[in-house]
């Protein structure tokens, strides 16, 4: 098999993807309306298209990391109207079902096959090839892909029809949610026991009440630094916003989830969408100073 993959969008996760690829031998072309994300990127080896179709015309596998539905769809209707003969189109993004369905259904029409596969992962844990592909659609074109996921990803899994990939992202996304944000309420917590910090870092992420998301975000919430983000807080409020939605449409209760949301909303509100999602803490300890303060009037 040819090693070579087009990736269109070069973002948190595109921009690490790309380089691991090429690390383990890809020709890797890629696409981005940034210029500033392509210069970046072919600094590491990746090919800089020109365009969509470009990378089309390049490529027989292509891979979309995308912001969101207008770019996804956007992109999908460039490669249906490229002319070149049937590729195999993977769409790593966490968009609404409806969405990746047109998604698919612009591409089928143009003779393409759509594969919706998206990534359970940071943009740090993308970097380290700690990532989980959800796959899900045409069964061949997943297991043609099956040595692509290999070299950017820990482990991939083909979950069935169309659509499975995002359904079981958005079941990890949920608890990513919840964890963050109760992380963030615990490291206020022994911050206001005063408590080491760094030795809760140490002690609790390894035992029961650690998770993947505590050993990650709890030393952002120590060291107060959440710039570069791994996920942003404007983009992590979009894909709760599609998780709310998938459980509203399932009429299933999501009370602890839906309790997160108002954290999310109120980092919004402090100016902090282009940090990381450990920012929340932020917002957790100004609660709590200002729960303190009222209390000694």
């Not at 060291?223 to 570069?228: A, I, K, L, M």
């Not at 108002?262 to 100073?289: C, H, N, P, S, W």
Request: glycine share 10%; charged share 20%.
């Amino acid at each position: 098999m040819d090693k070579i993959v087009g990736m269109i969008g070069l973002g948190i996760m595109g921009g690490a993807i790309a380089p691991n690829l090429v690390e383990r031998g890809w020709t890797v072309v890629g696409y981005d309306i940034d210029p500033a994300r392509t210069n970046a990127l072919a600094a590491t080896g990746v090919t800089i298209a020109a365009s969509v179709q470009e990378v089309a015309r390049k490529t027989p596998t292509i891979m979309t990391s995308l912001p969101g539905p207008a770019a996804a769809h956007a992109v999908a209707d460039e490669i249906a109207r490229s002319g070149e003969s049937s590729r195999i189109v993977i769409e790593l993004s966490t968009l609404t079902i409806a969405d990746k369905i047109r998604f698919r259904d612009i591409l089928v029409a143009g003779g393409h096959i759509a594969l919706d596969c998206p990534l359970s992962g940071t943009g740090s844990q993308a970097q380290l090839r700690d990532l989980i592909v959800y796959a899900s659609g045409d069964s061949e074109a997943i297991g043609q892909s099956l040595a692509l996921f290999a070299d950017f990803a820990k482990q991939s899994a083909d979950l069935g029809a169309f659509g499975n990939g995002s359904r079981m992202k958005f079941i990890a996304n949920h608890l990513v949610a919840i964890n963050n944000v109760a992380t963030a309420e615990a490291m206020v917590l022994a911050e206001r026991a005063g408590l080491d910090l760094r030795q809760v870092v140490d002690l609790v992420g390894p035992g029961a009440g650690g998770s993947k998301v505590f050993q990650l975000r709890a030393p952002m919430m120590v060291e107060g630094v959440y710039e570069p983000p791994t996920m942003r807080i404007s983009t992590w409020k979009k894909d709760m916003a599609i998780i709310a939605e998938f459980a509203e449409d399932l009429k299933c209760p999501t009370p602890v989830f839906t309790s997160t949301q108002a954290i999310y909303a109120d980092a919004l509100k402090m100016g902090l969408g282009g940090e990381d999602t450990a920012a929340v803490f932020r917002v957790l300890e100004t609660q709590a100073a200002a729960t303190a303060a009222s209390s000694k009037r």
